[in-house]
């Protein structure tokens, strides 16, 4: 699925421009997926992957064996960049500022990340992925993963208390780990 | 899960707290045990990344990402050069900042009754064609059917310049209307209506979609700076604080294709500073609005097809500079820089490139607050000028002094 080589970090800090395109080739697609699936929004989700990429590029210290593996830590970053996005877009409309784009499409900002993952036939690869999960779990996951909410604010969102949302994330995440492990980073 | 993995967990995912952030960043330094619960909080979330609903990125954005290798152009030479220095030496930063929206009039004020309903018309069709292009639009998913079929009922906007433009509008008749009325036609509206164009017909790409979609979006905002009426709760919006980063402009100028009529050019940019530019909406246009028009003063007149955008900031202190550079003919330079000296020739078509240069030179004394051209020009706060084989065409905006706090565009 997702082939980028160990040392593909290394060559880049180096100036490797050959190795920069082999990231781009095996990991852009990935980080694009999730950026979107976030956003909802091609063009903001290609910022966000321009953007990511121009700081390996021209800052590639942004990034250490320190932090983990180079492949997780693009992920987390482009899911970290993406919902600092999206909480941006949120607070824009919370503060009922206009937008001739989100106006014209009404519904962007009620619909949370689990309803629209419902609702979509689209969503059907990500539904999968989480079909063993029971709901109560998914939905706590989905709040916290792909809409950047903190345990806290799920448990007043869903009426929790903050034990079981801490309960529940444990249980999905270790669940997740055990079916998600096949994919290979 | 204990309490290190949920903070690892936490961490990664961006919902810890700051302080507590910072502690656990202490904790990294040496414990291995935190290091261990990072990374294995890490690989979790980059495996629920992975099942995202897989998506296509068209070669267009691989273009633009691989662009970042290529080497930077060397802006030395002219920011050493004399007009810079002129600059460096006597730029002060007026103590009121300038907001924007100083060249609005009334639309409803334009004499012309027929310029009135063109301009309604053409802001009209621009709303109704934004969303059509928009990152979560069919077409943004390459489904073109219902931009195709609007695209097919309205009346051509090349066609709608054109025919606006073919009797000169007289300041005489409008006085600032006139200025208002070429911003909305002549800044982004040329590139606009190419891509518009280009879009209704059969061979076109994802860029394409994506450069209407920033163009539709600027234009808009240019249109409610110019005229006062034509949207007042959207301007009431953009009137409001909010500090626009150099990097949107840095995002839609990156590996663009730009046009001008018949002209069409491929930006380059590689100094693009990381800060604001202007505080609002309507400034915001107001500087974007000047930054077309150098790149369709350059783009037709590149020697090479390529010609570049850039922003730097604090080469001349309190100041940013927006620099478009290309490659050059002698000719060609000698015919920019009469434009830039208000020089008329005797050569035809040149009408629309001096009006070009009249915008920014109004715009510039509407931001420095000066009352004449001659003040600004002795200043070097904008100019034409050429090194070697290359035209710099710039101007100077005051930067921001101090971040206001207000929200983030």
């Not at chain 1, 059907?124 to 706590?140: C, D, G, M, V």
């Not at chain 2, 900042?97 to 334009?110: D, K």
């Not at chain 2, 604001?276 to 909406?281: D, I, K, L, N, S």
């Not at chain 2, 904008?382 to 206001?404: D, K, V």
Request: aromatic fraction near 8%.
């Amino acid at each position: 699925m997702l082939k980028i080589e160990n040392n593909i970090w290394e060559k880049i800090r180096d100036g490797d421009s050959l190795a920069f395109e082999q990231l781009y080739d095996g990991f852009a697609g990935a980080m694009f997926s999730l950026s979107l699936e976030i956003l909802g929004d091609r063009w903001e989700a290609e910022e966000v992957i321009q953007d990511i990429f121009a700081v390996l590029w021209r800052k590639p210290d942004a990034y250490s064996p320190k932090k983990g593996k180079f492949s997780s830590w693009l992920l987390v970053l482009t899911r970290n960049r993406s919902i600092d996005r999206y909480r941006s877009r949120k607070r824009r409309l919370d503060r009922g500022e206009s937008d001739e784009i989100l106006q014209s499409r009404p519904d962007q900002a009620n619909k949370d990340g689990a309803e629209k993952a419902t609702a979509s036939d689209e969503k059907e690869h990500l539904n999968r992925a989480f079909s063993n999960l029971p709901p109560e779990q998914r939905k706590i996951i989905e709040l916290s993963y792909f809409k950047g909410m903190n345990q806290q604010e799920i448990a007043e969102k869903l009426d929790l208390s903050l034990g079981t949302v801490k309960s529940r994330t444990r249980l999905g995440i270790e669940k997740l780990r055990n079916s998600l492990s096949t994919l290979r980073l | 899960m204990d309490s290190l993995k949920q903070k690892a967990l936490d961490y990664t995912l961006g919902v810890l707290p700051k302080e507590e952030s910072l502690l656990f960043e202490a904790m990294l330094e040496d414990s291995d045990d935190a290091m261990h619960s990072l990374t294995e909080a890490q690989e979790d979330c980059a495996r629920i990344a992975l099942s995202a609903q897989p998506k296509t990125l068209g070669n267009e954005v691989k273009q633009r990402i691989l662009e970042n290798c290529q080497p930077n152009l060397n802006f030395d030479p002219f920011l050493a050069a004399k007009p810079i220095q002129n600059l460096r030496n006597t730029f002060t930063r007026t103590t009121d900042r300038y907001n924007g929206g100083g060249g609005s009039v009334t639309l409803r004020n334009i004499n012309d009754a027929r310029l009135q309903d063109e301009i309604n018309c053409l802001y009209d069709d621009l709303i109704t064609l934004t969303p059509l292009v928009a990152g979560d639009s069919d077409a943004a998913a390459g489904d073109m059917t219902s931009l195709h079929s609007v695209l097919k009922g309205m009346s051509s906007f090349s066609q709608s310049i054109d025919s606006l433009l073919a009797n000169p509008i007289s300041k005489d008749k409008e006085g600032n209307g006139a200025q208002s009325v070429y911003r909305s036609l002549l800044s982004s509206m040329p590139s606009l209506s190419f891509f518009s164009d280009r879009l209704n017909g059969k061979s076109f790409s994802m860029g394409d979609v994506r450069r209407l979609f920033y163009l539709c979006r600027d234009q808009l905002k240019i249109m409610r700076a110019s005229f006062d009426d034509i949207d007042p709760n959207r301007l009431l919006e953009d009137e409001k604080l909010r500090l626009h980063s150099a990097g949107l402009l840095q995002t839609k100028w990156w590996g663009a294709e730009h046009a001008y009529f018949s002209a069409q050019g491929k930006v380059r940019c590689g100094h693009f500073f990381d800060g604001p530019v202007t505080e609002r909406c309507v400034e915001f246009a107001e500087y974007d609005a000047n930054m077309y028009c150098l790149a369709n003063l350059l783009s037709p007149r590149s020697s090479n097809g390529e010609f570049h955008m850039e922003l730097i900031k604090d080469a001349v202190p309190n100041c940013i500079l927006a620099i478009a550079r290309a490659e050059t003919t002698k000719d060609q330079h000698d015919e920019l820089d009469q434009i830039a000296n208000g020089i008329r020739s005797h050569t035809t078509g040149l009408q629309n490139d001096y009006i070009l240069w009249e915008l920014i030179e109004e715009s510039m004394l509407r931001a420095h607050q000066h009352t004449t051209l001659s003040e600004l020009k002795d200043a070097s706060l904008f100019g034409c000028h050429r090194l070697e084989n290359s035209s710099y065409l710039w101007f100077a905006w005051p930067a921001i002094e101090n971040n206001q706090g207000g929200a983030v565009a």
